[in-house]
């Protein structure tokens, strides 16, 4: 169900609000209307916001709220917000709060009783999971990997049986290093997608088994380049039987002149795969 209104500005109010991760057309109308109507917006980059609030012609006036000075600025703020300000919480990039500045503003209106209004919008995790192609209906994000191999490997293997996807922020200086510490503690078959530069000119969505992965990403320096998010297949039980996007696809079309437990049999003497797999997969996927 929709329910269209239009917005009306409210005092006493946090909206946390999305900004772009690259493209700026995915700023929402909604969260165009907050950020010109509220006192002021709460910044990670208060010059970075300024030109996007310039860009999209809003005057509001913005404040410095990052990691640094969160605890001390978020007084101040919850003060205005109980004196009958409204304030709208950005980072530089995406939903505020992931991997950004925000938790302890958040936490403490709450505790104030001051309503927080979240906007939905762009945010890279969702981003690229939407269009990975791995599971989705359980996954975990885990945020940046720790820098260091030792802290880095340990994290992994916190991981390294966990059944969902597992959705990681990396950096393009240690990418590589990342991927040869999956590759150490998840094993060479482990699947993983590669999301970068999401909605920008260079958009790239890349996924295959963990040791291809690191040779596709070593041919090209500008694989390595930009901002990028790693998502990793979830742990399989030993015997769990991989299926190709091609023999699924074999499957769907046979099933439709063949019985399912027929067409699976073909597709798994075709693909070298096990009849039971398919078969499965036919009944939890197919109607
Ligand atoms: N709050 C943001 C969000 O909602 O996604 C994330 C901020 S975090 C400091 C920045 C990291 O997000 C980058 O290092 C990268 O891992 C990921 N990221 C942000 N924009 C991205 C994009 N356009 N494509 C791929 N990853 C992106």
Not at 22 to 38: E, F, H, K, P, Y
Not at 85 to 109: E, F, M, N
Not at 145 to 159: C, F, N, S, V
Not at 224 to 253: C, D, F, N, W
Request: hydrophobic share 40%; proline share 5%; glycine share 6%.
């Amino acid at each position: 169900m929709t329910d269209n209104k239009t917005f009306q500005q409210e005092s006493s109010i946090l909206y946390i609000v999305p900004t772009p991760i690259g493209n700026l057309g995915d700023i929402t109308q909604r969260a165009l209307d907050v950020l010109s109507s509220v006192d002021v917006v709460a910044a990670e980059d208060t010059r970075h916001t300024g030109k996007l609030l310039s860009h999209f012609n809003i005057q509001t006036k913005t404040f410095a709220l990052h990691d640094h000075n969160e605890q001390n600025k978020a007084d101040i703020l919850v003060e205005r917000l109980l004196s009958g300000q409204s304030i709208a919480l950005v980072s530089d990039a995406g939903t505020p709060l992931i991997s950004d500045p925000g938790y302890h503003l958040v936490s403490r209106c709450r505790q104030a009783g001051v309503k927080v209004v979240p906007l939905p919008g762009a945010c890279a995790v969702i981003t690229a999971l939407s269009a990975a192609g791995l599971p989705s209906d359980r996954f975990s994000f885990e945020g940046f990997l720790p820098p260091k191999t030792k802290a880095r490997k340990d994290k992994l293997q916190e991981i390294a049986q966990v059944e969902r996807t597992c959705i990681f922020y990396e950096s393009p200086h240690r990418i590589i290093p990342s991927l040869e510490d999956m590759l150490d503690v998840l094993g060479p078959g482990r699947e993983v997608v590669i999301a970068r530069e999401l909605t920008k000119t260079f958009e790239t969505i890349q996924g295959m088994p963990l040791g291809e992965l690191i040779l596709w990403m070593g041919e090209d320096e500008n694989r390595r380049k930009g901002e990028m998010v790693l998502l990793v297949h979830g742990y399989r039980q030993p015997g769990e039987e991989v299926l190709s996007a091609e023999a699924t696809r074999a499957l769907t079309i046979l099933v439709k002149s063949l019985p399912l437990k027929k067409a699976a049999a073909a597709v798994a003497e075709i693909y070298n795969l096990k009849k039971n797999a398919l078969y499965k997969w036919g009944l939890d996927n197919l109607d």
